[in-house]
């Protein structure tokens, strides 16, 4: 995957750059300490992956990523962990704390990798078999069509156009979906949509935590403004008075 690293401070840059370097099926393509020089650069140039800081003069990093008409995948580095819903906003594939930490970055890069390895593997639009009325949908997945029971789903994920089922067991299982597309046939009174990247299974809840569903330490699903409503309203009629 062809690379990019932006931040305005050069010690921070240049630990991306050589994680780049070092990591199989990267290559960097170029790296700027100025987002206004990067903006110049995208737009004469496709990369799939940006590494990019936020906080940074003239043209912070979330607003970079916003000017872009057809953005790479998009990872964030940043101070600051009250960006991260921020950067879900704009689709982020994944935000970083700094100082960044190799395998926080290796998280990332798979994440990124995985999402690669589909485009070139699926080829325009994936039909895809739903039956709202049933207890299960079948789903194109690579080469295969892959039966999954909404009992098995915890949450799904959105990544750009694809989505990502989250099951009780097993790895993720991706498909190129529009997030919209999957709400709007599932049963409504199992699944819930509480963010743009995000539809959970309601009986797979257990802990929220400050508006936030806690599936487990690794898996924390934000409820958005939009959702919140909605959200609370079931919260209250399942609340034990």
């Not at 020089?37 to 979330?62: C, H, R, S, T």
């Not at 990523?65 to 953005?71: A, D, I």
């Amino acid at each position: 995957m062809k690379c990019i690293a932006i931040d305005d401070e050069p010690l921070a840059l240049k630990q991306i750059c050589a994680y780049i370097s070092k990591t199989e099926g990267l290559v960097l393509d170029a790296s700027f300490e100025s987002s206004v020089e990067a903006q110049k650069y995208l737009l004469k140039n496709e990369v799939d992956l940006m590494f990019v800081d936020i906080n940074m003069p003239d043209l912070n990093g979330m607003d970079l990523v916003k000017s872009l008409v057809n953005p790479p995948m998009v990872v964030f580095t940043t101070a600051y962990s009250e960006y991260a819903v921020e950067g879900f906003k704009v689709d982020a594939l994944d935000y970083i704390l700094k100082p960044v930490a190799y395998e926080d970055f290796k998280r990332a890069v798979d994440k990124a990798a995985e999402i690669y390895r589909y485009k070139q593997i699926d080829s325009g639009e994936i039909p895809t078999q739903f039956n709202s009325n049933q207890n299960f949908l079948f789903i194109k997945s690579e080469y295969k069509v892959i039966r999954i029971n909404f009992n098995d789903i915890k949450y799904i994920e959105s990544m750009r156009e694809y989505v990502r089922f989250h099951l009780e067991t097993g790895k993720p299982i991706m498909s190129l979906l529009t997030i919209k597309n999957i709400e709007n046939y599932l049963p409504k009174e199992k699944f819930m949509r509480v963010h743009r990247s995000y539809i959970v299974n309601l009986d797979k809840i257990t802990t929220i935590e400050r508006f936030k569903i806690v599936f487990d330490s690794d898996n924390c699903i934000p409820i958005s403004e939009q959702y919140k409503d909605k959200f609370q309203a079931y919260l209250d009629q399942n609340f034990a008075l």
